[in-house]
Structures are given as structure tokens and as C-alpha cells.
């Protein structure tokens, strides 16, 4: 496969996005759309992030809500029958913050829920010292952990760069010995009708990995998963649709027929094109 940018993207919609309301983005909500617009996006999903109890004060990752929920239709009708624009949440799971997620997802009516796991029973995963770490037994602790959480949890609609540890781990594993725990994960995800997203960061920050990695993809597909949606976690406007056109092909040589965008929280199926 010939990776490319996003020129010439053959999608016109971004469903993981991010503006200055998530303290990991500096570019305000206003330059992030002019951006989307003048790089011809048609559609995408603002998903600013909350994951309550995540353990950086300098990174909490709570959003004010006040201004986030005040924002939201003052924008879109601002870009109305320019760009639609869709009102959505990435919220972090953990364990003890069920409540406080569900809370916040019902309080207003987002058109989409990424759930992500941004930590590891308590741990984030963005400042772990992973220098002494057994790989192996982390990454099928960290799965276990997925299937721990999303047994019970349930308030979102598709699962963020599903495969994240590999971002972060140093090194890339053989997921072979754990793959019976991924597998009781993606069923769960299947049979609760929730999806997953190819989601391109990785590529920003040179590692070249899909999120989630492709075995993870296939499985999915084969266990009878359906819905898969396209985002490029961009917090800088220049990666909104980033490597798109190389995961269409990757959704299509998996065998991915339809890519789904959602609105009032219902998955909507277009062909792949």
C-alpha cells in the first residue's frame, strides 16, 4: 500500500476531531472550522475530549462545558449550508467514572460518542514509564481491561484508536498470545451494536500504525462487524482527513464494503467509494 497525505481525499467527512475545548488542542474552535472549510471538508464531528479522573493536572481533560455545549450550535449555525457540522463527545473509560460519562453524554444531544481508553486502570499512557515494562503481559492486561470496562459500560458508539498501547509501548508485539481476549472484546463490541473507527494519528507522529492495527480490523469484520467510521484525531486543522485515502483501501481490502456517519447517535451506511 502507497500511503499518502490527504490530497485529493476521496472522503468528504472527518468523525474524530478536535478544537481548543480539549487541553490537548490550541487552535480555537473558529480557526479549526475555517480550516475544515477551506480544506473542503463537508462533514465532520467536533468529538472534544472528557475522561474524568484522568490523572494529569496539567492535562485534565475536562471540558467547560458551559462554553463547550454554548459553542456548539452557535457554530454550526454560523457554517449551516456551507459544512454540517456535528456535535459530538470522546469520552475516556475508566473504571468508578461510569456515572459521571453518562451523565455528561445525556446532558446534551450529540449526534456521536467515541469511547476511548486514554489510561490503564488508572495509569495514563501518555507519561507511563514503559522503560522495565513486560510488554506482553501489559498489552493483555490492557485488553483485559478493555473487556472489563466495556462489559459493563455501554454509553458510546464506536471505540477510539482501538489498538492505542502500540502508540505508546515502544515496540510493536506479536498479538498472537492475547488475541483470545481481543477477540471477547470485539464481540462484545458486536453484539452490542457498536463500531469501531480506523483512526490515522499514528501517522502524525511517524509511527505508521493503524488504530486499530489491521489483524484487529479483520477480526472484526469476520466476527460480523459492521459499523466503521473514519477519523483523523486531528487537533490542527492540516490533518483533518489525514491518510484517508489509504484507509478506504485498507477498509476495502478487508472487505469492508460500507463506512458509517453518524447523526442523533444512529449509524447512517454509505458505500465505500
Same mark, same amino acid.
Given at each position: 500500500?502507497?500511503?499518502?497525505?490527504?490530497?485529493? /481525499?476521496?472522503?468528504? /467527512?472527518?468523525?474524530?476531531?478536535?478544537?481548543?475545548?480539549?487541553?490537548? /488542542?490550541?487552535?480555537?474552535?473558529?480557526?479549526?472550522?475555517?480550516?475544515?472549510?477551506?480544506?473542503?471538508?463537508?462533514?465532520?464531528?467536533?468529538?472534544?475530549?472528557?475522561?474524568?479522573?484522568?490523572?494529569?493536572?496539567?492535562?485534565?481533560?475536562?471540558?467547560?462545558?458551559?462554553?463547550?455545549?454554548?459553542?456548539?450550535?452557535?457554530?454550526?449555525k454560523k457554517y449551516e449550508g456551507k459544512m454540517e457540522i456535528l456535535a459530538g463527545l470522546?469520552?475516556?473509560?475508566?473504571?468508578?467514572?461510569?456515572?459521571?460519562?453518562?451523565?455528561?453524554?445525556?446532558?446534551?444531544?450529540?449526534?456521536?460518542?467515541?469511547?476511548?481508553?486514554? /489510561?490503564?486502570r488508572g495509569d495514563d499512557l501518555y507519561t507511563y514509564d514503559f522503560t522495565d515494562v513486560?510488554?506482553?503481559?501489559?498489552?493483555?492486561?490492557?485488553?483485559?481491561?478493555?473487556?472489563?470496562?466495556?462489559?459493563?459500560?455501554?454509553?458510546?458508539?464506536?471505540?477510539?484508536?482501538?489498538?492505542?498501547?502500540?502508540?505508546?509501548?515502544?515496540?510493536?508485539?506479536?498479538?498472537?498470545?492475547?488475541?483470545?481476549?481481543?477477540?471477547?472484546?470485539?464481540?462484545?463490541?458486536?453484539?452490542?451494536?457498536?463500531?469501531?473507527?480506523?483512526?490515522?494519528?499514528?501517522?502524525?507522529?511517524?509511527?505508521?500504525?493503524?488504530?486499530?492495527?489491521?489483524?484487529?480490523?479483520?477480526?472484526?469484520?469476520?466476527?460480523?462487524?459492521?459499523?466503521?467510521?473514519?477519523?483523523?484525531?486531528?487537533?490542527?486543522?492540516?490533518?483533518?482527513?489525514?491518510?484517508?485515502?489509504?484507509?478506504?483501501e485498507l477498509a476495502k481490502e478487508i472487505g469492508f464494503k460500507y463506512y458509517c456517519q453518524?447523526?442523533?447517535?444512529?449509524?447512517?451506511?454509505?458505500?465505500?467509494?
Open positions: 500500500m502507497t500511503l499518502n497525505s490527504n490530497d485529493k /481525499c476521496i472522503l468528504n /467527512c472527518d468523525f474524530h476531531t478536535h478544537t481548543g475545548f480539549s487541553d490537548d /488542542c490550541y487552535v480555537s474552535m473558529d480557526d479549526m472550522m475555517e480550516g475544515a472549510l477551506a480544506g473542503g471538508l463537508k462533514t465532520l464531528a467536533i468529538t472534544d475530549h472528557y475522561d474524568p479522573g484522568y490523572p494529569d493536572p496539567e492535562f485534565p481533560f475536562i471540558i467547560d462545558f458551559d462554553g463547550y455545549l454554548k459553542a456548539l450550535p452557535e457554530i454550526q470522546e469520552v475516556g473509560i475508566m473504571h468508578g467514572k461510569f456515572d459521571e460519562i453518562k451523565k455528561e453524554v445525556s446532558a446534551y444531544p450529540y449526534d456521536i460518542i467515541i469511547g476511548s481508553f486514554h /489510561c490503564h513486560d510488554g506482553p503481559a501489559m498489552l493483555e492486561d490492557f485488553y483485559t481491561y478493555m473487556y472489563e470496562c466495556l462489559s459493563e459500560y455501554e454509553d458510546y458508539d464506536i471505540i477510539g484508536h482501538f489498538s492505542i498501547l502500540d502508540r505508546y509501548i515502544g515496540k510493536i508485539y506479536d498479538y498472537s498470545p492475547f488475541e483470545d481476549v481481543i477477540d471477547e472484546v470485539l464481540k462484545v463490541l458486536v453484539s452490542k451494536g457498536k463500531g469501531l473507527e480506523i483512526n490515522t494519528s499514528s501517522f502524525k507522529y511517524g509511527t505508521g500504525i493503524w488504530l486499530p492495527r489491521e489483524s484487529i480490523l479483520k477480526r472484526y469484520h469476520e466476527l460480523g462487524g459492521e459499523i466503521l467510521t473514519f477519523g483523523s484525531d486531528a487537533h490542527d486543522p492540516k490533518y483533518y482527513r489525514y491518510h484517508f485515502n489509504d484507509a478506504v453518524f447523526r442523533q447517535r444512529k449509524a447512517e451506511f454509505f458505500p465505500l467509494p
